[in-house]
């Protein structure tokens, strides 16, 4: 599978980051498979903020879960991050990333590029 990340670079404060992964050699409800999104903000460590399984079912960090939101485009083969409300530290790269269920613990407690296939990353600034 390949993903690439689309997006905006840059956000203002307050407003919605929207990013898109597009997914080829591989189908989103590939059984067994949840498509995630990771990020890595300036010489900090990965942040997993959450994935949507193969299902349709969707799960969220605590830590972003009150203001993110994963979706699915089927027909595209595509997922999207909208991340609500971004605040300066949201300054990052974003990550979309297929890994498979057994990984998904791993990927919460401590994400690694090791884990499951990964797109290259877009870089997303957010300021006024």
Do not use: M
């Amino acid at each position: 599978a390949q993903l690439q990340e689309s997006g905006p670079g840059l956000v203002k404060p307050s407003q919605t980051l929207s990013l898109t992964c597009a997914v080829s050699g591989d189908s989103i409800t590939s059984p067994g498979y949840y498509w995630s999104w990771i990020r890595q903000p300036p010489g900090e460590d990965l942040e997993w903020l959450g994935y949507i399984a193969y299902s349709g079912s969707v799960y969220y960090s605590p830590v972003f879960s009150s203001r993110v939101s994963i979706s699915r485009d089927t027909s595209k083969n595509q997922f999207t991050l909208r991340l609500f409300a971004v605040t300066p530290e949201g300054t990052a790269v974003y990550y979309c990333a297929r890994v498979h269920v057994d990984q998904t613990p791993s990927l919460r407690s401590h994400a690694s590029k090791t884990t499951g296939r990964w797109g290259q990353g877009t870089q997303v600034t957010v300021s006024s």
